[in-house]
């Protein structure tokens, strides 16, 4: 066989690989959208693990609050790996940080990593705001797991969008 027919066969079928990829991360994207927050934590902590297998995470000095349950911890945890997927500090496309659907604007924060670190910097310490909110801990959780599912910053924002829906509606009344 010559080189041609092989080079035309891989043209062809290159397309459809890419496509099944993407449909494989819509799936995932879609899969955990419809999860429960017991299921978002336990895939959360599962991920990290993963991702941070030897990682010291007493280095943080987390306070008590960190610990009150598995989903606020992970989202603890999220806040100082990877601060610049909640905060404004984001690198993509984009300067908007993921918005807090819980109406914590209130209180200053300006993006979900405020909900965990004072203005949003590990420097100036914790937030307790999120300890309290399952809104603020599980959208950092599912952050973190469509980051992992191949999610851009902006198909995040979307996600939260979709997800937060009648939030996002609650909030736009009240304003």
């Known amino acids: ?6 080079l035309l066969m891989l043209l062809f079928f290159l397309p459809f690989t890419s496509l099944a990829t993407e449909d494989n991360q819509q799936q995932r ?3 955990i959208m419809k999860m ?7 895939a ?4 990290l693990d993963r991702k941070y297998p030897d990682h010291d995470w007493d280095q943080y000095n987390f306070p ?3 610990f009150l349950n598995d989903g606020i911890e992970m989202g603890y945890r999220i806040a100082v790996v990877a601060p610049e997927l909640l905060g404004k500090i984001n690198a993509e496309a984009t300067d908007q940080g993921i918005p ?3 109406f914590c604007g209130a209180m200053g924060h300006r993006d ?7 203005d949003g910097k590990l420097d100036n310490g914790y937030d307790d705001h999120a300890s309290g909110c399952n809104i603020c801990y599980g959208q950092a959780m599912l952050a ?3 980051q992992d599912a191949g999610a851009s910053h902006d198909e995040i924002l979307a996600g939260m969008k979709v997800k937060f829906a009648r939030l996002i509606q609650m909030r736009e009344k009240n304003q």
């Open 1 to 6: 066989m010559s080189p041609t027919p092989i």
């Open 29 to 31: 994207f879609d899969q």
């Open 36 to 42: 429960k927050m017991a299921q978002i934590t336990e």
């Open 44 to 47: 959360t902590e599962e991920l």
């Open 64 to 66: 008590d609050y960190a």
């Open 100 to 102: 807090c659907y819980c």
């Open 112 to 118: 979900l990593l405020a909900c965990f670190l004072k």
């Open 144 to 146: 973190l797991l469509w």
